[in-house]
């Protein structure tokens, strides 16, 4: 089975705080994501990585950075948070190649007050 | 417009019957089709998988997509309460073999079976 696994399953930081999420998949996927899901707006993609040390903006990447030193890490940081950084935070990974799907970890609730 | 466009619902059946799930699109590109089931506070999963037109199906669930229509569906037969969750359509194009296994989601549509 894929496991796709993510450091915190709930999360409370304050205003101006730098937040790591972190991600680790144990199945070689070349591909790693990270998106955030908000009630009406869907799952929407921060940022993507193809290989070590490369990385692609996704459909919102402000706010945030993204660092993939090993193949099975993906992390997600936040340079200093805002409120409007609470959300429900998802990583996925997949094989490289067209048209595969991509296995989720479980999420971060993150609070941002 | 959204490139993916999904009814969010809430849809509230009784246990037993047939599901209705759709998700039409505008990107013609658009090959490989998805659904994921989303169960309240985790992850996504991979349901069902199929390429291009056709059905495809897998116990109680029935994936159909229809390019010329841009409109793909999932049935879900004799459905369960165990099947309440949030369903997410997904799907991917071929761009110049730099897709990077990217998906465009619907926004999901929460669907509840009561016994």
């Known amino acids: 089975d894929v496991k796709v696994t993510q450091s915190s399953r709930y999360l409370v930081k304050r205003t101006g705080e730098k937040v790591f999420l972190e991600c680790v998949q144990d199945?070689?996927?070349?591909?790693m994501f990270w998106y955030r899901q908000d009630p009406g707006l869907g799952l929407r993609l921060i940022y993507f990585?193809?290989?070590?040390?490369?990385?692609e903006k996704g459909d919102i990447p402000e706010g945030y950075s993204v660092s993939r030193e090993k193949k099975e890490r993906f992390s997600l940081i936040l340079e200093s948070a805002s409120t409007n950084q609470t959300s429900m935070y998802l990583c996925?990974?997949?094989?490289?190649?067209?048209?595969?799907?991509?296995?989720f970890g479980p999420g971060t609730r993150l609070t941002v007050t | 417009q959204k490139e993916v466009e999904q009814d969010p619902g809430p849809l509230s059946v009784p246990e037993g019957a047939i599901v209705s799930l759709n998700c039409t699109y505008s990107?013609?590109?658009?090959?490989?089709f998805m659904w994921y089931r989303q169960y309240s506070r985790k992850g996504p999963e991979l349901l069902m998988y199929?390429?291009?037109?056709g059905n495809k199906e897998d116990g109680r669930f029935t994936a159909q997509v229809d390019k010329s229509s841009k409109y793909i569906s999932l049935f879900i037969r004799d459905s369960q309460p165990s099947d309440s969750a949030t369903y997410l359509c997904?799907?991917?194009?071929?761009?110049?073999?730099?897709?990077?296994?990217?998906?465009?989601f619907g926004q999901g549509t929460i669907l509840t079976v009561h016994p």
């Open positions: 996925a990974s997949s094989f490289s190649g067209v048209g595969v799907g991509q296995y």
């Open positions: 199945m070689d996927h070349e591909n």
């Open positions: 990585s193809y290989d070590v040390k490369m990385k």
């Open positions: 990107n013609s590109a658009f090959q490989y």
């Open positions: 199929t390429y291009s037109s």
């Open positions: 997904a799907m991917s194009a071929v761009a110049g073999g730099t897709s990077y296994g990217k998906l465009t």
